[in-house]
Structures are given as structure tokens and as C-alpha cells.
């Protein structure tokens, strides 16, 4: 299929002077001679919900990957292109990984809490980090479930293990393991898709909340959510970034044929 190559960063950049958070320019990534990437360029805004879409096998994973360099993970991967975190290349030979993950956290679709109690899966991070001191991490603690919009369900069962919870109790604990460490950016990867509408709606109207203080980049199946919860979304299409624009002109008036066929459900 012929792909419109025109620069979708520009239809994004709006007349703001704020920089973006994250800029990334001519984005190619290979698993072994398959290219998934084929060179896109989008950059993201400070408290904003970008949502991703796009039919399977569009890339979406794999480019949300890139943007904390979760595919360093995965034999045979070759990565191509520009990807700075607030000015800095991420991809630079000195990046300390492990804070840039701190920087730019992760959700994952199943939800994956550690086998330990509430509290030791939202200290984790602090504890890597060497925070001992308890009043300190009580706090965090609290704070971050408190974001998770989870603190009251959960406050008198902290020492109970993680893994009793419901499936939408997990994907907020874990949530809130990444939030305990203060990152700027969150990813998640389609990370409603494997529970209940309810569960579900409480995670959308959290992230609602969450950005006023974080940025965060949603990859996501279901576009009733993309266009309830998301301020832009990216349409992606075997490899290449088809349109990025404001949600309500994405899915309004969208000004490629690709993602109306998208989004009318003509396809994918
Ligand atoms: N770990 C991997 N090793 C090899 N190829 C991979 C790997 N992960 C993804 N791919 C390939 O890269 C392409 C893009 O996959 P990706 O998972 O990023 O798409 P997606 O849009 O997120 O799909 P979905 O919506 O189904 O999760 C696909 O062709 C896929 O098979």
C-alpha cells in the first residue's frame, strides 16, 4: 500500500513555544531484517494523553518501546533514529537505563504485580534506589496510591499480598509502583484491555487526573477510550505514522483516507 510520507510532527506542533518532552525523529527499528519501524517522526507534550492506535502488528508496542528503550530487551533488534528525553538522546552510549525507566515508567497489559505485599510492590522502586528510611517510604506509599485512586480500597490491607488482588486492583497497585519513583513520562501499553468496564473506567478517569502532573503515551485497541481519555492520538499503520493530531480532528475529521478507514471500522 502507497503510505503518505508527509510530516505528521508538523500537523501535531500546534503554535505552543513549550518544547516537547519527547522528540523523536525518523524512528526505524528492525527485529532482524523485519523493519516494524519505518521512521517516525512525532514528538510528545508535557500533561497530555497521547493515544496510540492501529490495527495489530501496526508497531505500536514496539515504538512505545522505544520511547524508554524497553526493545534493548529483545535479541536482534536494531534501532534507527532520534529519541530525546528532554533534550537528552536516550539512545546516547552514557544513558543510564535504569533511571531513564525511572524517568519513563511502564504498564504492561496484564497486570504484573511482584509476589510481595501492596507496600513492597509500590516501595520496590524506592528500595533499589536505597531508600531505607520508613516514614519516608510510608509516605510514598500513600501518595502513590493515592494518585493510583486506590489508597482507600487498599489502606488497612497493605501488608497483604499483591497477587489477591482483583485484576483491576493489580493494574492500579502497578500503577502506582511506577508512580512511587516520579517519573515524568508514563507508557502504557493497552493496559485496560484485560479487565472489566468498570475496572477500566477507573483507570481512564485516573489517568485523566494523572495528567496534570505526568505525561503520558496510552497504546490502546479500544477508541472509545482514545477518544474519551486522550488530548491526541497517532494513527499507525504497518510501520508508519499515518496522522497525528488532536483527538477530536482524528476522529471527527480525520484528514487521511487510512485513518478514516480506521476508524469507521472499514478496516484492521
Ligand atoms: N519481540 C519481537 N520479535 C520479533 N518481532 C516482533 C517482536 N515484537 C513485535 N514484532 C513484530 O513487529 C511488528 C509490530 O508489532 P507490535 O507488537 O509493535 O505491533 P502492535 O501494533 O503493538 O500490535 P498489537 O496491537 O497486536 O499489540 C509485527 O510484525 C510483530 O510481529
Same mark, same amino acid.
Given at each position: ?28 527499528? +528492525? ?12 514528538? +510528545?507534550?508535557?500533561?497530555? /494523553? ?18 524508554? %528503550? ?30 531513564? %525507566? ?13 509476589? +510481595?505485599? &501492596? ?29 493510583? $485512586? /486506590? ?23 502497578? &500503577? ?17 484491555? $484485560?479487565? @472489566? ?31 474519551? &481519555?486522550?488530548? %491526541?492520538? $497517532? +494513527? ?5 505514522? &499515518?496522522?497525528?493530531? @488532536? ?18 471500522? %472499514?478496516?484492521?
Amino acid at each position: 500500500m502507497a503510505m503518505a510520507m508527509t510530516k505528521p510532527t508538523e500537523q501535531a506542533a500546534g503554535t505552543t513555544t513549550q518544547p516537547p518532552i519527547i522528540d523523536t525523529e525518523d524512528v526505524h527499528l +528492525f527485529y532482524g531484517s523485519n523493519e516494524a519501524l519505518k521512521g517516525i517522526s512525532m514528538s +510528545f507534550k508535557e500533561n497530555e /494523553i497521547t493515544a496510540l492506535i492501529g490495527p495489530s502488528g501496526c508497531g505500536k508496542s514496539t515504538y512505545l518501546r522505544t520511547l524508554n %528503550r524497553m526493545n534493548d530487551l529483545i535479541p536482534n533488534v536494531t534501532i534507527k533514529g532520534k529519541v530525546d528525553l528532554k533534550g537528552q538522546d536516550i539512545y546516547a552510549s552514557n544513558m543510564d537505563t535504569v533511571r531513564l %525507566r525511572k524517568e519513563v515508567g511502564m504498564v504492561f497489559q496484564q497486570p504484573n504485580p511482584f509476589p +510481595f505485599s &501492596i507496600y513492597d510492590n509500590v516501595t520496590y522502586g524506592l528500595r533499589i534506589a536505597g531508600v531505607k528510611d520508613r516514614g519516608r517510604l510510608d509516605e510514598a506509599v500513600e501518595t502513590a496510591l493515592r494518585q493510583a $485512586a /486506590i489508597w482507600d480500597e487498599l489502606k488497612d490491607k497493605l501488608h497483604q499480598s499483591a497477587m489477591a488482588l482483583s485484576g483491576g486492583q493489580q493494574q492500579r497497585v502497578c &500503577i502506582a509502583r511506577v508512580l512511587a519513583v516520579k517519573p515524568d513520562v508514563i507508557l502504557l501499553d493497552e493496559p485496560t484491555s $484485560a479487565l @472489566d468496564p468498570i475496572s477500566s473506567s477507573q483507570i481512564e478517569n485516573m489517568l485523566v487526573e494523572l495528567k496534570k502532573n505526568y505525561t503520558i503515551i496510552l497504546v490502546t485497541h479500544n477508541m472509545a477510550q482514545a477518544s474519551r &481519555i486522550s488530548d %491526541r492520538t $497517532a +494513527f499507525f499503520l504497518q510501520g508508519h505514522l &499515518i496522522e497525528y493530531n @488532536d483527538t477530536k480532528t482524528i476522529f471527527l475529521n480525520p484528514q487521511k483516507k487510512e485513518t478514516e478507514d480506521y476508524i469507521s471500522g %472499514r478496516f484492521g
